[in-house]
């Protein structure tokens, strides 16, 4: 690892500039100086610090007035940033996302979260988190689960539509760990001896099994076989207490997650957005704040005509939601003084209500109105994570803390989050792998995406009003301009309802377009082939299938879905 050294002493005043960002010259290293640190390695503010960063790493960290070194990498005023009167702290992590979309990854960076959790995963989050690393992407660090495992499967989410039985719960796990998914996800019911042999197979494999608490198993039997966290402090109000926790059982239950090292993800935002899809009034829920940043596929779903909590007996008990998220709040206290290690996440993504990134800052918000301190509260959203993966063995780098060594994970902040933990939204700037955006840049990060949902707004008004050939022809006049014409995801949102509504013709031809916009993002031509074989092209199936593979050559639901059809064919059926 290079050494970055930079003189910082009595020429640090001369080579200071205020708002600087950081351009090519810099890309060797670049300092922060002068500035307060929250290194969240222990409970300390460090006030006139200098941080040295090169490449993806923080390489020096110490006070201002002793930083100093040979300049070897010959850096000027250009790349030493003011941090005076500002405050530095490790980048935010959500530790529960559903990653719908790459635009997403650039809402989640302009809101200071520099990692992301997604727990809802499939073959495009192993892209989407390879274009990451290789830097082909803007976004936070990306680790996910794999499809989430059930004992009945759905089409297009699990490979298959039979219910699990244990050979086949054993294959999925290690089908999960074989395609290089950081841990297994695990949902609603499961049958004792199907979960046994999936957990047998994890601890063979050292893969790291989370999740909820599945029915017909509970909290005790999962803390036995090894799961390693609890997604939802949800799952134990009323999974485990039944919607009626009581003092003792909150002790017991917090001593019981306390000794076995399990970890619990908060989510207690997801509540008060569901209360807010319930209330008579929309108003409030269809002006939170961000949702001029939702596409108009999610903003469908969080319209009062597409919100699945307005058709499911719920209207109007948006009050008893609020006090369940209350008794989940004490629970979370309780955890938190018991010793639970805690990670705040939000459950953002296919949930009406919640934006990705901008809605950690309120889960923040309620976990310290649980009455957890402040240095607590940034704590589950910073180190916590980072020894959680080092624990499980998912990551070896030091992340969620500034120290010599760590990634270069950073949030500089305009005030304290410590006095006031909304202050986490008062963003002057983010390093994300050690790739500096400043505030300008951020904010064309959020611009670019409002742009985008417009151009996919005007694709949709292009199909209605003039059938599939408008969306063509929407395409057709989209020539050098910095924004696609439509977004990946609500797109294939689009096309799959399409698809429901019986118009398989019009979402083959929507789903055609959208390979013609991204032609390196395999899905659209797997669902394609679905949507040929299920009305029996069979030559066409195939193409869409090796179309698929070229693009994806390990994609596996591609490989298995290729391989039935092919002893299909054979077979004659």
């Not at 989640?108 to 979260?113: K, R, T, W």
């Not at 509504?501 to 082939?529: K, M, N």
């Amino acid at each position: 690892m290079k050494r970055v050294a930079i003189v910082v002493g009595a020429v640090l005043g001369a080579l200071l500039l205020s708002n600087l960002s950081v351009g090519q010259s810099c890309r060797d290293g670049f300092a922060i100086a002068d500035v307060t640190l929250i290194p969240m390695t222990d409970d300390t503010i460090l006030e006139h610090q200098t941080i040295v960063i090169s490449g993806d790493r923080i390489v020096q960290v110490g006070p201002t007035s002793s930083t100093t070194a040979a300049n070897t990498l010959g850096l000027d005023g250009a790349c030493i940033i003011d941090g005076q009167g500002q405050f530095l702290m490790p980048g935010l992590v959500d530790a529960h996302a559903h990653l719908l979309d790459d635009g997403d990854l650039n809402l989640y960076l302009a809101h200071g979260v520099t990692s992301i959790f997604n727990m809802g995963g499939s073959y495009q989050h192993l892209w989407m988190r390879d274009a990451l690393l290789a830097g082909n992407l803007d976004g936070p660090s990306l680790y996910t689960v794999g499809p989430t495992v059930k004992m009945s499967a759905q089409p297009l989410v699990e490979f298959e539509d039979n219910p699990l039985n244990p050979e086949f719960a054993e294959e999925l796990v290690r089908r999960h760990h074989a395609a290089g998914y950081d841990f297994l996800k695990v949902w609603g019911t499961f049958d004792t001896v199907v979960y046994a042999a999936m957990m047998d197979t994890a601890r063979e494999l050292d893969f790291p099994v989370t999740g909820h608490i599945p029915r017909d198993v509970g909290l005790d039997s999962i803390l036995e076989q090894g799961q390693v966290s609890i997604a939802h402090v949800e799952e134990l109000f009323s999974r485990h207490f039944n919607d009626a926790p009581t003092a003792e059982g909150i002790a017991e239950v917090t001593r019981q997650l306390a000794d076995s090292g399990v970890t619990v993800t908060t989510t207690l935002v997801t509540y008060e957005a569901i209360a807010a899809s319930i209330a008579e009034d929309t108003t409030p829920l269809m002006s939170r704040d961000g949702i001029e940043f939702m596409d108009p596929a999610r903003l469908g779903m969080w319209a009062p005509g597409g919100n699945r909590y307005r058709t499911e007996g719920r209207l109007g008990r948006d009050a008893h939601y609020l006090d369940q998220m209350a008794q989940m709040q004490e629970i979370t206290l309780a955890l938190s003084e018991g010793g639970v290690r805690l990670l705040a996440g939000v459950d953002a993504g296919e949930l009406p209500g919640l934006v990705p990134g901008l809605d950690l800052h309120r889960e923040l918000e309620l976990m310290v109105q649980a009455g957890i301190p402040n240095e607590d509260v940034l704590r589950a959203a910073t180190r916590n994570f980072g020894t959680y993966l080092v624990d499980m063995g998912v990551e070896t780098d030091f992340i969620g803390v500034i120290e010599e060594g760590a990634r270069a994970d950073l949030l500089l902040l305009n005030a304290n989050p410590l006095e006031d933990i909304s202050n986490t939204r008062e963003i002057a700037s983010v390093i994300s792998r050690g790739e500096y955006y400043d505030r300008a840049t951020l904010e064309g990060l959020t611009s670019g995406l409002v742009a985008r949902n417009a151009a996919t707004t005007q694709y949709f008004g292009a199909l209605a009003s003039d059938g599939t050939g408008g969306g063509a022809a929407h395409i057709a006049n989209w020539s050098n301009e910095e924004t696609p014409p439509f977004g990946y995801f609500p797109s294939v949102f689009f096309a799959f309802g399409q698809a429901q509504q019986g118009d398989v013709v019009g979402a083959e031809a929507t789903l055609l377009q959208i390979a013609e916009v991204y032609p390196d993002r395999p899905e659209s031509w797997l669902i394609v082939a679905g949507l040929r074989s299920m009305v029996g092209n069979t030559d066409g199936a195939m193409d869409a299938y090796d179309e698929t593979l070229r693009l994806a050559p390990e994609h596996e639901r591609a490989q298995r879905d290729r391989e039935q059809l092919v002893r299909a064919i054979e077979s004659g059926n």
